[in-house]
């Protein structure tokens, strides 16, 4: 059964995996969808690219490498994060990723069980989470990037615009940089719903019907 619905999450494009992530934005409502379209593509881009000139630099580096070469500090914490919500990894400015221990276990575990490596290409879960982790480092450190620059406006008088940025833009692109420079044929957005199975199936379950409605734009 969960081999079928990881085959289903892994054809699931980065267009449609970008819809998933807009339906979360707070914002949501304030972009028409020609527009979400557009910043789904952008976003995707800016992380591949972002992703591209890593791998030119430090060419087959392990991320591990890769962070320690760009003077991040990395700490694996012995927590499940915070009570209310699981957390697997975070980036904290100026130079520090935190990897929740315990959770990457739990998922690792859970792949090993139900022997999902190869369908997932054998990817490394403590990998994929640095390498989310580390675009929104480079994010923060690059004030002309995309997704620091994309806003919708929210509310005008005349003249003047309020305008603000969307949170899904800076996490599509985080998932399109792991993804290029992972080098994996699908979207890293599968453990959404793959790294809630080992906390709560009843509610993976329910993520995963939800998702499976931006399957081919529905």
Do not use: Q, T
């Given at each position: 059964m969960i081999e079928?619905?990881?085959?289903?999450?892994?054809?699931?494009?980065?267009?449609?995996w970008g819809q998933y992530a807009f339906s979360r934005d707070p914002l949501k409502?304030?972009?028409?969808?020609e527009l979400r379209r557009e910043i789904i593509k952008k976003a995707n881009e800016c992380g591949k690219i972002e992703?591209?000139?890593?791998?030119?630099?430090?060419?087959?580096?392990?991320?591990?490498k890769i962070i320690k070469k760009m003077n991040l500090e990395f700490i694996e914490e012995d927590s499940n994060g915070t009570e209310s919500y699981i957390m697997f990894a975070c980036y904290n400015s100026p130079?520090?990723?935190t990897i929740f221990k315990?959770?990457?276990m739990l998922v690792e575990e859970f792949i090993k069980e139900n022997k999902l490596n190869n369908k997932l290409e054998y990817i490394d879960v403590e990998s994929m989470?640095?390498?989310?982790?580390?675009?929104h480092h480079i994010e923060e450190n690059n004030k002309d990037i995309y997704t620091k620059n994309e806003k919708v406006v929210l509310w005008k008088i005349g003249?003047?615009?309020?305008?603000?940025?969307?949170?899904?833009?800076?996490?599509?692109?985080?998932?399109?940089?792991?993804?290029?420079?992972?080098?994996?044929?699908?979207?890293?957005?599968?453990?959404?719903?793959?790294?809630?199975?080992?906390?709560?199936?009843?509610?993976?379950?329910e993520?995963?019907?939800e998702i499976e409605g931006f399957k081919g734009g529905h």
């Open positions: 079928e619905k990881i085959d289903f999450l892994i054809n699931i494009n980065d267009e449609e409502g304030k972009v028409s969808e992703a591209i000139k890593l791998k030119e630099k430090y060419k087959d580096s392990p991320i591990k130079n520090k990723i315990r959770n990457k989470l640095l390498a989310h982790e580390l675009f003249k003047y615009k309020y305008k603000s940025g969307l949170v899904c833009i800076g996490e599509i692109a985080a998932m399109a940089f792991a993804k290029e420079l992972l080098s994996i044929n699908y979207n890293p957005y599968v453990f959404d719903v793959l790294m809630l199975y080992p906390h709560d199936e009843n509610k993976a379950n993520l995963y019907k």
